[in-house]
């Protein structure tokens, strides 16, 4: 803990449009001012004093943004697709920025986009300066629709009409969504910032995390992609700490623009048949990925892994990447980093389960198992229980 927590200030960050940051010390804004889009206040000066670190550029409000969450589709081609469709209907002719998680991703998306008649271009640490900076002048001017980039686009960046940031992988923390989300809109015009979730890019960050903190960073946004029904604006204000109603989101999320009801179902049948195949597997000495478990479950791929007894699930792969995604949330699976020849590796295991007998998860309408009146009725605590620093 920072020993500046004391201070009795309560500091305004004022924003001059696309200038420099100058820090107050006020106690006339206790809130942050929304509306404005210019003032930030925070009544912790710890909190400031972090978002100033994290940040080192211009931070925004979270006006004018329209959070959602789309499904990222299994396969690559499909990904196109709904990046095609979005640039040349939805944006057509307007500007934005993709974000990939690896360079390599950057540059085979920019590649196969090009390929479908976009005009784009992937931008990452690795290049030139000269040609960073070609491609930087080029987008500015229009030539180029989005830039393809990894986080290493954006320190600097303050293209007024940007209206649309498109993270094509899920983000190495909320800290991250929030700042790479921060460049759309900065004219104050509406600019949608999408997020295109699977789970096994959530797992490939946890994987690729170099240190304890990044790990917990990366984790940090699942529970961000599973929310069904909260306020986006409200998730990302609070995690933030700042206060935020739902109501004040004026439909400016996907959840508020189209809410939903939830229910809660007892997965635990599922949870039981996931801890019956990794122990089966950890028996014959092999660890699974999300791939492994997810076929072996559905009854098929490597036979080895399956167990014959198991019913195959009543559920879509995409319900199952969300039951996997809510129980590694709430400890009841964990990620257990590894390494191959060329990569990192997320492997599923089972938590410290031996006290959960009965597992409830919220969903929308449709999954296909018991529903229950309610969450809290005779469900296990949480044995990892969401951290905050
Ligand atoms: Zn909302």
């Known amino acids: 803990m920072e020993d500046d927590e004391t201070a009795e200030h309560v500091p305004t960050m004022h924003l001059p449009g696309g200038g420099q940051d100058q820090v107050f010390d006020t106690r006339q804004s206790s809130t942050y001012a929304r509306g404005s889009g210019q003032i930030l206040a925070w009544q912790d ?56 998680s690896t360079i390599k991703e950057c540059e085979d998306l920019s590649e196969a986009l090009n390929e479908r008649g976009l005009r784009v271009k992937y931008y990452h640490a690795q290049l030139e300066p000269g040609i960073k900076k070609l491609i930087h002048e080029r987008w500015l001017k229009n030539k180029y629709q989005a830039v393809v980039a990894t986080i290493a686009f954006g320190m ?59 790990e917990k960073n990366a984790k940090s946004i699942l529970e961000y992609c599973l929310d069904q029904n909260r306020c986006r604006r409200a998730f990302i204000a609070e995690f933030f700490e700042d206060k935020w109603e739902q109501s004040e989101c004026d439909k400016m999320c996907d959840h508020c623009r189209n809410p939903k009801e939830i229910f809660y179902y007892d ?31 559905f009854q098929s791929g490597t036979k080895q892994l399956r167990i014959s007894s198991l019913k195959k699930p009543k559920c879509t792969k ?72």
Not at 174 to 198: H, P, T, W
Not at 283 to 291: I, Q
Request: positive net charge; aromatic residues 10%.
């Open 156 to 214: 600097g960046i303050d293209k007024p009409d940007v209206r649309f940031v498109i993270h094509y992988s899920v983000p190495k923390s909320v800290e991250g969504l929030y700042q790479e989300s921060g460049r759309a809109g900065r004219d104050g015009k509406n600019s949608d910032c999408i997020l295109m979730f699977s789970l096994a890019d959530f797992l490939r960050n946890v994987s690729m995390a170099s240190s304890k903190n990044e």
């Open 318 to 389: 995409q319900q199952a990447d969300h039951i996997i995604g809510y129980l590694v949330f709430k400890g009841y699976l964990n990620i257990d980093k590894g390494y191959s020849m060329y990569t990192t590796l997320a492997y599923i295991q089972k938590g410290n389960v031996s006290a959960i007998d009965r597992v409830v998860m919220p969903y929308i309408f449709g999954l296909n198992y018991q529903k229950v009146s309610t969450e809290t009725e005779t469900v296990a605590e949480p044995l990892a229980k969401k951290s905050k620093s």
């Open 45 to 100: 000066y710890r909190l400031l004093k972090r978002r100033l670190e994290l940040l080192g550029e211009l931070v925004l409000t979270l006006n004018e943004k329209i959070f959602q969450i789309i499904h990222k589709p299994p396969e690559k081609t499909e990904c196109l697709d709904v990046l095609e469709k979005y640039l040349k209907h939805k944006y057509k002719d307007q500007s934005g920025i993709i974000y990939a």
């Open 267 to 297: 997965i635990t049948p599922a949870f039981k048949d996931m801890v019956q195949l990794i122990e089966a597997a950890s028996e014959k000495e092999v660890k699974l990925t999300l791939n492994k478990l997810v076929t072996a479950w």
